[in-house]
């Protein structure tokens, strides 16, 4: 089972009120989602077969896609670095990126929009419990990502999401205040790029609006608008956290055609040179 193609208008209504909306069952979860775990753990035991270490976990049946993970993690953190760059590249991942129903639903949300995916906007976060260095802080995706002002997010868990393992969270109608002033330089707590992106007052800002943070199965998918202000959880659980991202954008969009729908910091742009009115430094 999955998406039919079809928004209804409380849902539609809902994006355009809130800024996210989550479809559930967008995803076949056993033709999208259970081929993109297999990779996964095919990954991590090519990482631990390439390190030498071996896990006794892989050969039990019942075992989840990443049981070997939390031990190839507590013996160098780095290995966990390497299988976070080589998930993207697993074939199943990147068919997932280009699945039509995600251009049908944008077209639904932006009419008259031309989409495009845009470059290196993709991936598989991977948050483990306790960690902070990559715990994504309140951000609207636009400054990190550029490309156009009107993308969209998709955002899909690959394990049953819980209050511990920290979901997503979301201030609704928080788009509507248009893209906010950032400060780029990097706040001193070891973040860099995008992770060091922080809002201006952004106490006062979050303020104005509620807090949300929906909890998804594989195969859910919230798809969110780029002024959205989010930020990742809190994992306070035993388990990594992980979650995949596609993100598309609109060559039609003014903005983005204005600055030739560049990419941002991954992409080795400096922000502030495309928007200077929306750096706060
Ligand atoms: O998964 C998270 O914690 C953050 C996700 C996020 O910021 C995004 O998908 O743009
Ligand atoms: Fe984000």
Known sequence: MSWNGVLDDSQRDAFHRDGFLVIRAFYDVQADIAPIQLGIRRVIGQVLLRHGITNTCRTAADASFDDDYQALIAKDRSFGGEVYDAVKQIPAFTRLL????????????????????????????????????????????????????????????????????????????????????????????????????????EQQLLERYPQVAPLMSPGDLAVVDFLTLHASGYNTSRRSRWSMQFRYFNFAEPTGMSHGWKGSFAAGVDFRAIHPELCAD
């Not at 306790?130 to 995706?141: L, M, N, P, S, V």
């Not at 609704?172 to 860099?192: D, E, F, I, R, W």
């Open 98 to 201: 280009g699945k039509p129903e995600h251009e049908t639903l944008f077209a639904l949300l932006r009419p008259g929009s031309i989409p495009g995916i845009a470059a290196g906007g993709s991936g598989i976060r991977i948050d483990n419990p306790g960690e902070d260095q990559y715990r994504a802080e309140w951000h609207q995706e636009y400054p990190s990502q550029l490309r156009s002002l009107d993308g969209l997010v998709f955002w899909s868990p690959l394990v049953e999401m819980t209050n511990e393992l920290g979901p997503v969270r979301f201030c609704p109608g928080s788009h509507l205040a248009g893209p906010q002033p950032v400060h780029t330089h990097a706040s001193g707590n070891g973040k860099t790029g995008a992770y060091a992106v922080r809002l201006r007052d």
